[in-house]
């Protein structure tokens, strides 16, 4: 077997060592997760305003390919809450809920999505991931929980309402509340109340009587199962969808259909932007998991194989009734600590959901929808965490201005306006900070061969050498800069003779800062003082050399900065400042 | 005289100094700039679509509100060729040339201008047009030089011909050549013959032929002024203009009007990015030019009030029939080696305009469209540069890619959008470039306490221990890099206990960085690996312990990298890597 199929096709890795132990391991994970995802695939499919069955269909081929293509031997992909809402707010712009159209629309997302990740991957572009820092990430998860919570409130109280972002939904929830529904109501409430219960204290409760830590955690992550089993029954039992309590209702027994994504112009032309939108969003959340749970175990994950491997799934995805899917935290996290150890654990989660798919639907025909927005309110609000504010306001400023933007602007313009100016403030705010870099005036330290800012250490100076010390590259954004510094410095001093510009935290010269020094060192010629630089680095050097920079120069280039003060220092002149 | 005043009022500053000596060298200065300015003021208005006098009333009341707001002692405001080509650009989406509407919307546009400079000012914002790379600005104002000239072809030619980007002005010309005016193009192609000619070769021939080197200087630059006056001789003895010769014919004999800008909103909204791209554009170039004339006498410019002095220029402009301005670069350079000591050498300019305008006008009458066209296109050809395509390709691939685009889609697709992507382009290429930092394993150097690249150099390593130096700030664009390249070499050697970052090239953390960081560590931790930081900067350690990010560290922080040699490496194991 071939290392280039093998990077391509990593089944053919794990497949090879596949052992009767780890297929034992591997199916008791499948059941666990399989039991965990039947309430979650049809919570999501209902937060995407898609047909329940379309959140199955969204988790058995994807998952076969991923298990195909993917790295991670842990990783579950299908649908997840964010990438939901973001279906939700993509398709709404083309498509009315509950048409024709709207799973059509959903398709092509999935295939656009899908295809963008393969070509990401193929072309190993999976940097482009990074734009989204990590405070712009968090503001857009936390923001994408209250959303989403908001938005399941309808279901809560058996009102219709509508809207992508939190003052629309509040002040359409608002204008139906006459509709309420008192025992869709005390449905939701209870559900919602039973699961927050189930999330925090029956653990700790199982453990004090006596259960195993992997059983309790089980029985935790089946709580879900439980509300849906009880509420189901109690509307089966007193008919209560007669008296207007919405219920799941007829989902078809069938494995997944095959499907074909609508592909005219203007849909891929709506539908693009959001679509690579959902990509790098479902990308980032996946690599991280997948990441984590790697490092556990001493393995690694290839995030641009990683690409491909979300890519297969989401082009299956589409052409198999689903909609764009990810690899999800907590299907993942359940997946691992019940003991999957290759992704095989994935193919046989995706056969008991096919047979679910097949058996087991008309068993949720009276499942109310209020059950399933209990799941998805109790699941996203655990992503909330507003204390990320509160945490880069102690750490840097503009990370926190990054994070608050993003969740103002998501929250009250929508999901994509705020990721999109997340993005954009986040590199606003590092180019601005490289713009105006720390620049510290340097001199040197007695009996040593070191140099240090001459504004925190005693230090000796000459007044005909000035030292400056930029830490930061140098290049266009800062170029500037650099110019006015040296000219406002060798105009404060009359004395200087030579500028010395110590260039150990220079990691890039670029044509602008190049072009800056040649009018840096010419001004300064023209005014009768030399320009040298020290401790230049190796890249930047070479670089330098293919210049006319260095012929041009009035100084010269030193190697270390003790080697440019002891050339060009007066020691008769020098003096000890403080 | 307190010293805020005299920051916001330069004049204050150099008024106070002002013997006779330096008056005369102003006037002296200002005549020589006056005969000058008169064509190319003509000239320029022309370019801008705009009736003649306009370049004459846009050179008088900037001068004067340069004079007392501007820090530079010889920059000349007034119409220059590149922002005249954007006004033409910039208005011809809102009103048909020579229409009454077009004047007015240029008054906005100068109004909207320099409210946005001086706002600029105020709120210290001159390190926006940092984001102007030096590579962005050459292939603009090359491609510029480009537009201009063949946007002066149909005068030549004496043709109507429309177009704001090359293929349109190279069709539109093509479609009018039935309409040539040969006595149009005999007048236009002598001029520019003329004016190339003078420009080459008359300076070395009057010097040959003994005249002083400011005599010969000056008369170089009165070439315009001698075709002006010779062409215009021969349509007014020849009747040219019965003839189908286009003339400049009636401008009004007045001082600059009071006029006011339209400030509908329809209009400021059509106009204001473009008026934001002409602020930066005029900005950068009236800075470059003054900061260089500033250093040849030690004096030094503030980028800040500079905006403040532009600002004016441009609210002048838009109150007296003008529209934008800034500083030019050949208009200075004839100021400043005229000997002008002062800003007054512009106030004396201004009268010398101001005469000219209310007295000579009737003198150009009978002077031809062709001959101004011929002075731009040989002033703007001298803008054209294409050599900065090889300079950039050799020094750096990313400044070339930068240059091509900028200079392919300016005369592609218009001013606005070449510009637009120069910049983003630039901002991509370097947030490419940071996002995968040159990183060095380093290890000891024999009998030193220097640690070198071990790809590099013969140095001593430690199996147990691995130095990775990244040359580069770590924020969110290259966090997830930094989280791959530990995983693998980590994963890579087994026997690894120790791994530490080499920080001396770190010039920031963001908040993304400190939560990789803090993955990796939890990461090396699962793995048994401890990691360590050495070398760390003040200003980073600062903020690191503001941070939890010290107490979860598996390892410590080490003063040097040697510190962290001695304490972590197994004097046993080590061994000698070649």
């Known amino acids: 077997m071939n290392t280039h199929l093998r990077r391509y096709l990593p089944v053919f890795d794990w497949g090879r060592t596949y052992t009767r132990q780890t297929l034992s391991n591997d199916v008791i994970a499948a059941v666990i997760v399989t ?12 937060l995407a305003g898609l047909p329940p069955e379309a959140g199955i269909y969204a988790s058995i081929a994807p998952i076969l390919l991923y298990a195909i293509f993917g790295t991670s031997r842990a990783l579950a992909v299908g649908p997840v809450a964010v990438v939901s809402l973001l279906t939700a707010s993509a398709i709404g712009q083309v498509a009315e809920q509950g048409t024709a159209g709207y799973a059509v629309a959903a398709l092509t997302l999935a295939f656009l999505s899908g295809g963008f990740l393969v070509l990401m991957g193929i072309f190993r572009l999976g940097f482009l991931a990074n734009f989204l820092s990590h405070p712009v990430i968090a503001g857009f998860i936390t923001a994408s929980g209250i959303l989403i919570a908001t938005s399941q ?9 509508h809207g992508h972002t939190l003052p629309e939904m509040l002040m359409s929830l608002f204008a139906h509340l006459s509709e309420i529904n008192w025992i869709t109501v005390v449905i939701g409430l ?3 109340t039973f699961l927050f219960w189930v999330r925090k204290h029956l653990k700790p409760t199982l453990r004090r009587l006596g259960a195993g830590p992997l059983l309790a955690d089980i029985l935790t992550k089946a709580g879900p199962v439980a509300a849906v089993v009880t509420t189901t029954l109690a509307v089966w039992v007193f008919d209560l969808d007669a008296q207007g309590v919405r219920i799941v209702g007829d989902v078809p027994q069938s494995l997944p259909p095959l499907t074909l994504p609508g592909l005219s ?13 959902i990509s790098i969003i479902g990308f980032v959340e996946s690599v991280s998991v997948a990441q984590t749970l790697a490092a556990k175990k001493r393995q690694r994950i290839d995030p641009d194989q990683e690409l491909i491997g979300l890519g297969a799934a989401n082009l299956g995805a589409a052409f198999t009734g689903g909609y764009p899917v990810t690899g999800g935290f907590s299907r993942s996290v359940v997946n691992f600590d019940a003991g999957a150890e290759t992704p095989a654990a994935g193919a046989y989660t995706a056969i008991g959901l096919a047979i679910a798919a097949m058996a087991l639907t008309p068993l949720v025909y ?4 209020a059950t399933l927005a209990a799941t998805i309110i109790v699941a996203v609000l655990s992503l909330v965490d507003l204390s990320i504010l509160q945490k880069t306001w102690g750490y840097a400023r503009a990370d926190f201005a990054a994070v608050a933007a993003t969740i103002l602007l998501t929250l009250g313009l929508g999901v994509e306006v705020g990721v999109a100016s997340g993005v954009t403030i986040s590199v606003l705010l590092h180019l601005y900070k490289t713009s105006r870099p720390h620049v510290a005036e340097v001199g040197l330290v007695p009996d040593t061969q070191h140099f240090r800012n001459i504004h925190r250490h005693s230090v000796e100076t000459d007044p005909s050498l000035v030292t400056l010390r930029v830490d930061e590259s140098l290049y266009f954004v800062n170029a500037r800069f650099l110019e006015d510094l040296i000219q406002k410095r060798v105009t404060e001093g009359c004395a200087v003779r030579n500028v010395v510009l110590m260039c150990s935290a220079v990691n890039d010269v670029d044509y602008s800062a190049l072009e800056s020094l040649e009018a840096i060192n010419q001004r300064l010629i023209d005014m009768g003082i030399r320009l040298h630089l020290s401790e230049v680095k190796g890249p930047v050097m070479d670089r330098l050399k293919r210049s006319h920079f260095i012929d041009a120069m009035g100084g010269e280039i030193f190697l270390s900065q003790y080697d440019a003060w002891a050339a060009l220092s007066n020691p008769d002149v020098s003096k000890a400042a403080e």
């Open 35 to 46: 039991i965990m995802l039947i309430p979650q695939s049809l919570a999501y499919a209902l």
């Open 153 to 161: 409130l309808k279901h809560i109280l058996g009102v219709s309402a």
């Open 190 to 192: 209870s559900a919602t």
């Open 265 to 277: 112009p203007d849909l891929v032309g709506a539908l693009l932007v959001p679509a690579i939108l």
């Open 366 to 369: 009276y499942l109310p929808n």
